[in-house]
């Protein structure tokens, strides 16, 4: 088992920053491939991006140049940098952990353990 926190949410103004968080305690973080998916208002779940167990990173088309996922193996902790938000980033904010190694996992169903998620809301 790996159990997922996220944390640093909250509600920031557009063209401003934020970076959240998900702690993994449980099972070698290390061996897992970290998400982030994300939840708007009246849509469903999408992913936003990846970190690899070696930290190779894919990103959503939409979000490349401004959110950057990056992870510290000892603090057993993801992190999400969100820059130059934008108010269609309002969203509830997962983290994810996949055993998938032999690819880039880019869908839900690739993710084992999910966090309950950390809202993020950009004011316009």
């Known amino acids: 088992q790996v159990q997922l926190v996220e944390s640093g949410g909250g509600l920031v103004q557009a063209g401003g920053s934020l970076r959240i968080s998900c702690a993994a305690s449980g099972r070698t973080f290390s061996n897992y491939a970290m998400g982030w998916f994300r939840q708007a208002p009246g849509k469903e779940r999408e992913f936003a991006g990846v970190?690899?167990?070696?930290?190779?990173?894919n990103y959503l088309d939409s979000l490349k140049g401004r959110f950057t996922i990056s992870r510290d193996n000892a603090k057993n902790t993801v992190y999400l940098q969100m820059n130059s938000l934008k108010p269609e980033d309002t969203a509830v904010y997962y983290c994810a952990a996949s055993p998938v190694a032999w690819r880039v996992p880019l869908r839900e169903d690739e993710y084992t353990y999910w966090g309950q998620g950390t809202q993020v809301t950009v004011s316009s």
């Open positions: 970190i690899t167990r070696l930290g190779g990173t």
